[in-house]
């Protein structure tokens, strides 16, 4: 069975760090790229970013609202997924999802998803 | 960006009522869209991808059409399972996007 366990939320005060976890099962992680996305508290699902697999350079996309402060990282020994946050604000409240990608490729859907973990930023 | 815009935001209907979502892409994405269902403090699940490609496990009364900028979602009779947020997704290009969601409420 596919399953992806988010952990590491906690409350941070704004222009903190925390990192995210999520922990893989029941499917051969290392040839799938994975995703992180966030809800914001009664809002909708907002796409974070994209890590690729080893085949290609593990190279990852971001969404515009968090380039240059959140990193996503593997790895693929430990069948694990991260997201390193850095300089929170308060709009990044949120719960946040890890997801499979449904296919070793770009152009597809995100077809499994974890429970999420939420984040509150907040002094 | 890619804007994906859904109709209605919230829909009322009954148990055995067949309703339609609509989402509309700000430019074209071939069939690269894909439909979630989430119900409240759960996750989303993968309903459609490909514009019209059932997911595994997925009931035969969910099903989803077309390509381009326009693209609905039709459940043909509800049930009770099935009131909770659909979302629309469109993975053509990046940054990926999501509609902003059409609850679908009991009347």
């Known amino acids: 069975e596919v399953q992806v366990v988010e952990s590491g939320g906690d409350l941070v005060q704004p222009g903190g760090s925390l990192r995210l976890s999520c922990a893989a099962s029941?499917?051969?992680?290392?040839?799938?790229?994975m995703d992180w996305a966030r809800q914001a508290p009664g809002k909708g699902l907002e796409w974070v970013g994209r890590i690729r697999k080893r085949s290609n350079g593990y190279s990852t996309k971001y969404a515009a609202s968090v380039e240059g402060r959140f990193t996503i990282s593997r790895d693929d020994s430990k069948n694990s997924l991260f997201l390193q946050m850095n300089s929170l604000k308060t709009d990044d409240t949120a719960v946040y999802y890890c997801a499979r990608v449904h296919n070793g490729g770009d152009l597809w859907h995100l077809d499994f998803w974890g429970r999420g973990t939420l984040v509150a930023v907040s002094s | 960006d890619i804007q994906m815009t859904q109709s209605p935001s919230l829909l009322s209907a009954s148990v055995g009522d067949r309703v339609t979502i609509t989402c509309r892409a700000s430019q074209g994405i071939s069939v690269k869209l894909a439909w979630y269902q989430q119900k409240p403090e759960k996750a989303p699940e993968s309903l459609i991808s490909?514009?019209?490609t059932l997911q595994s496990g997925v009931p035969s009364r969910f099903s989803g059409s077309g390509s381009g900028t326009d693209f609905t979602l039709t459940i043909s009779s509800l049930q009770p399972e099935d009131f909770a947020t659909y979302y629309c997704?469109?993975?053509?290009?990046?940054?990926?996007?999501f509609g902003q969601g059409t609850r679908l409420e009991i009347k």
């Open positions: 490909g514009s019209s």
């Open positions: 997704q469109q993975y053509f290009s990046y940054p990926v996007t």
């Open positions: 029941g499917f051969t992680f290392s040839d799938h790229y």
